[in-house]
């Protein structure tokens, strides 16, 4: 790759560690000058199939541009954004969908931005099981601020029937995304079952990321059938779940969520809320397709008793403890992620 003006090579291979649904790295920039770059939405990333693909979309290009202003941040730069706000159509003609131009400026980095900077380094979904215990209330102010301060609210439960009720439509809902022919095809695309394949493709689900033997993982989404088979479907439901021990408490963010501004200000929140945690030992795993599949959704908005007012919606739900670093998910290097 040719080296990209200014700080750009630095801040864009810091910043590529953003996450994203299915790990599938959506986001490609194009440098313009030492001061200014394009930052879009790489339509063939993107995932379709999924009921919400698009307003996710939006929220994972909130989770890089706040992605990339804290690692700016911590080396000197203030970015500022001129957002788009486009409807995305996965359909559209030019792959490239705009999200924002961005520009940077001088600024000293402080204390608060180096600390930001270190959890965004440290930060990994832990999909890990976790050790029983609940977030003291004090280290989840700084959430509740973040999401106050983007009109949302951040909600948690400890309540053990909450607790249990969600993990397990958390489950049922892997098992029913797999019954749409659509969703499960989508998910085989970004499934990557040995370490060799992870890293050579550089993004999708590994075996390792998702704590299951790559065998095991290969044989139940290839034969999605099986699942409902009484002792193969015990066995499969047995090994995810081992996973999912220990949780003792659930959160949720709500807020206004019917638009592409409302979505990418939501994925930026997010953003700030996991590196806040992360900077308190805090382990997160989103549970985003609980909120992507309707059926599942509705189950989630009952048990918890969200009460949903357009355009308010309970639209990320998480588990969140304490855990075991987890396995690291692979990125694509970054000259594919830039546009030549
Ligand atoms: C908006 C969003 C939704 C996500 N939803 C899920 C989910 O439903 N289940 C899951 O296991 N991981 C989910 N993830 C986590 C991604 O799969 C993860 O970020 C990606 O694989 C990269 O791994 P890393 O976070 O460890 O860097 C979500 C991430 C984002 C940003």
Request: proline letters at 6%.
């Amino acid at each position: 790759m040719t080296a990209l003006g200014g700080p750009w090579e630095s801040l864009l291979d810091s910043a590529r560690t953003y996450p994203s649904p299915h790990n599938s790295q959506p986001i490609r920039v194009r440098v313009v000058d030492d001061a200014t770059a394009e930052v879009f939405y790489d339509l063939d990333r993107g995932l379709p199939a999924e009921n919400f693909g698009i307003p996710f979309g939006h929220v994972c290009a909130g989770v890089f541009l706040e992605s990339l202003r804290v690692v700016a941040a911590s080396e000197g730069y203030e970015v500022t954004e001129r957002l788009a706000h486009l409807d995305m159509d996965f359909d559209a003609a030019d792959r490239l969908h705009p999200i924002a131009t961005v520009t940077l400026a001088p600024r000293a980095a402080s204390e608060d931005d180096a600390r930001l900077r270190a959890a965004f380094d440290r930060r990994r979904t832990n999909r890990r099981p976790y050790e029983g215990r609940a977030v003291p209330d004090a280290d989840l102010d700084a959430v509740r601020e973040a999401a106050l301060g983007a009109g949302h609210t951040f909600a948690t439960s400890t309540d053990a029937d909450v607790v249990a009720d969600i993990i397990r439509v958390n489950q049922e809902t892997l098992f029913d995304d797999l019954r749409n022919d659509a969703v499960h095809a989508e998910i085989l695309e970004w499934l990557r079952y040995s370490e060799t394949e992870a890293i050579a493709k550089g993004d999708g689900l590994s075996a390792s990321a998702m704590l299951m033997p790559g065998g095991a993982l290969r044989f139940a989404m290839q034969h999605p059938g099986m699942w409902d088979a009484p002792v193969l479907g015990w066995i499969i439901k047995q090994i995810y779940l081992r996973t999912m021990r220990g949780v003792a408490q659930v959160g949720w963010f709500e807020g206004p969520f019917a638009g592409p501004a409302d979505y990418l200000e939501a994925g930026r929140m997010f953003m700030r809320s996991w590196l806040e945690l992360t900077d308190r030992g805090v382990a997160l795993h989103p549970l985003g397709t609980v909120i992507t599949n309707p059926r599942s959704h509705a189950k989630f908005v009952e048990v918890a008793g969200v009460d949903e007012k357009p355009p308010r919606m309970a639209w990320m739900l998480v588990r969140l403890g304490y855990a075991k670093t987890p396995p690291v998910a692979h990125r694509r290097p970054l000259d594919q992620m830039v546009i030549s």
